[in-house]
């Protein structure tokens, strides 16, 4: 009797594939990014001597690929912004964005940059924002910019 009850255990033992279930490994959501975006970019300068400058120009983003929290893709403005830049980010599953890396990172022209914030900001919804602030100086002027990049998914 035994015998026959050790051998049923064996039986069910193999059939439920011999152990204890593998705990499941529930994975971060993270927003889906991939798309098309209609882009605004603008910037903001103070200059040490008190003026103020700023520009807004239109473009174009596309997000085309997407591991996890990790995105890329490419970036296009027009008018007097003419630029074209790859997107590297990296966000958390509630769509803040800790890093965004820009091939082109819009700087002035023969300025020294001192200091920046880097790029940061949110995705929510359709709507991707990131952001930086630098400072640095041109021929003796010093100055401080912010820069806003406002995608929206088409």
């Not at 204890?20 to 910037?43: E, H, K, W």
């Amino acid at each position: 009797m035994i015998r026959a009850f050790m051998l049923t255990l064996a039986v069910l033992a193999a059939a439920c594939g011999g152990g204890p279930a593998a705990p499941t490994v529930i994975q971060p959501r993270y927003p889906n990014v991939l798309g098309s975006y209609r882009l605004t970019f603008s910037a903001v300068g103070v200059f040490s001597n008190g003026q103020r400058s700023s520009l807004t120009c239109p473009g174009t983003m596309a997000i085309t690929s997407q591991t996890g929290g990790a995105f890329s893709g490419s970036l296009q403005m027009t008018g007097a912004c003419a630029n074209a830049a790859t997107i590297n980010g990296q966000m958390d599953t509630a769509g803040n964005i800790s890093q965004v890396v820009l091939s082109n990172t819009l700087d002035p022209a023969g300025c020294v940059i001192s200091s920046s914030t880097g790029y940061t900001g949110l995705f929510q919804g359709v709507t991707m924002t990131f952001q930086r602030r630098f400072s640095g100086s041109c021929s003796g002027l010093g100055f401080t910019v912010d820069q806003v990049f406002v995608a929206t998914r088409q």
